[in-house]
Antibody, heavy 123, light 110 residues
């Protein structure tokens, strides 16, 4: 059974940093890109960034809204994906989800999602 | 203009069929396939439909998807009270090199 468990969320002051973790199990982690998404309170879903498997270069892509402040990394030996967030702003307050990416022909599908971890940026 | 446009709300009585639309802003968006997610209250999103009309294993056949040109829709037949929640369409955006989501449709079961 595929499982994704995020952790690391909490209350943080504006301008500070926070690192989220996503522990994966139930599938071959190295074979899949992983993506991070977020949902501000009462709002819709927003893509944050993704990282390819190391076998595919381990390259990352970050959404323009957080580029330069957020980075994504992974440790395939531990089946963990990370989201490093710095210079946090109040508008970064959201539930952060990690998701596994499944490639179906040319379609990239975030198929399994974790339960999310809440990040609150406030002084 | 949003890349993916959904109506903010939809409703139906138990047992009825309801459809939720997703309008794709430009013809080259969504060409790789449109995905639909269900988010029940207080829960994480769950993949309901991928590649326009494919159901992951475990998703009841009451849920179906279709796409024609720049219009896609999610149909839910035999509506049940537990279907109440938010539904999002999403697709890979080649130019952004990431995913874009519709604004979501809140489904109310009357």
């Amino acid at each position: 059974e595929v499982q994704l468990v995020e952790s690391g969320g909490g209350l943080v002051q504006p301008g500070r940093s926070l690192r989220l973790s996503c522990v994966a199990s139930g599938f071959t982690f190295a074979d899949h890109a992983m993506t991070w998404l977020r949902q501000a309170p009462g709002k819709g879903l927003e893509w944050v960034g993704f990282i390819k498997g190391n076998a595919y270069g381990g390259t990352t892509e970050i959404a323009a809204s957080v580029k330069g402040r957020f980075t994504i990394s992974r440790d395939d030996s531990k089946s963990i994906a990370y989201l490093q967030m710095s210079s946090l702003k109040t508008e970064d307050t959201a539930v952060y989800y990690c998701s596994r990416v499944r490639d179906v022909l040319a379609n990239h599908v975030p198929d399994y999602w974790g339960q999310g971890t809440l990040v609150t940026v406030s002084s | 203009q949003s890349v993916l446009t959904q109506p903010p709300s939809a409703s139906g009585a138990p047992g009825q069929r309801v459809t939720i639309s997703c309008s794709v802003g430009t013809s080259n968006i969504g060409s790789k396939g449109l995905n639909w997610y269900q988010q029940l209250p207080g829960m994480a999103p769950k993949l309901l439909i991928y590649s326009n009309d494919q159901r992951p294993s475990g998703v009841p056949d009451r849920f179906s998807g279709s796409k024609s040109g720049t219009s896609a829709s999610l149909a839910i037949s035999g509506l049940q009270s537990e279907d109440e929640g938010d539904y999002y369409c999403a697709t890979w955006h080649d130019t952004l090199y990431g995913w874009v989501f519709g604004g979501g449709t809140k489904l109310t079961v009357l």
